[in-house]
């Protein structure tokens, strides 16, 4: 029966699993990191990325694991408006896609030099 057929894995045994719609799972995980606080570049890369920048500037710079720590925060922070406002730039254009043309307008109309 129809009933019968749903119900019982395929003659392998083995039961396909569920697959969730396109987009549901993206949209999950964006519900996800908008609840959470945490940092979300790893800590020892970033380190490394503002030893590297900071190395062109001045040679044998220290730095205290608070000031990582906060640089951290800043840009992460920068990033998530950047992106945000970036957003809006494409769903203004009825797109649902970001594109680098809209970070450029982004970073333009908040005064930055791009």
């Given at each position: 029966?129809k009933?019968?057929r749903?119900s019982?894995?395929a003659?392998?045994?083995?039961?396909n699993r569920?697959?969730f719609?396109?987009?549901?799972?993206?949209?999950?995980e964006?519900?996800k990191?908008?609840?959470?606080?945490?940092?979300?570049?790893?800590?020892l890369p970033?380190?490394?990325?503002v030893?590297?920048i900071?190395?062109d500037f001045?040679?044998?710079?220290?730095?205290q694991s608070?000031?990582?720590s906060?640089?951290?925060?800043a840009?992460?922070a920068y990033?998530?408006?950047l992106?945000?406002?970036?957003?809006?730039?494409?769903i203004?254009?009825?797109?649902v896609?970001i594109?680098?043309k809209?970070?450029q307008?982004?970073r333009?109309?908040c005064?930055?030099?791009a």
């Amino acid at each position: 029966t129809k009933v019968a057929r749903k119900s019982a894995p395929a003659i392998g045994g083995v039961k396909n699993r569920h697959r969730f719609r396109p987009g549901i799972v993206a949209l999950r995980e964006i519900r996800k990191y908008q609840k959470s606080t945490e940092l979300l570049i790893r800590k020892l890369p970033f380190q490394r990325l503002v030893r590297d920048i900071a190395q062109d500037f001045k040679t044998d710079l220290r730095f205290q694991s608070s000031a990582v720590s906060a640089l951290q925060e800043a840009a992460e922070a920068y990033l998530v408006g950047l992106f945000e406002d970036t957003n809006r730039c494409a769903i203004h254009a009825k797109r649902v896609t970001i594109m680098p043309k809209d970070i450029q307008l982004t970073r333009r109309i908040c005064g930055e030099r791009a």
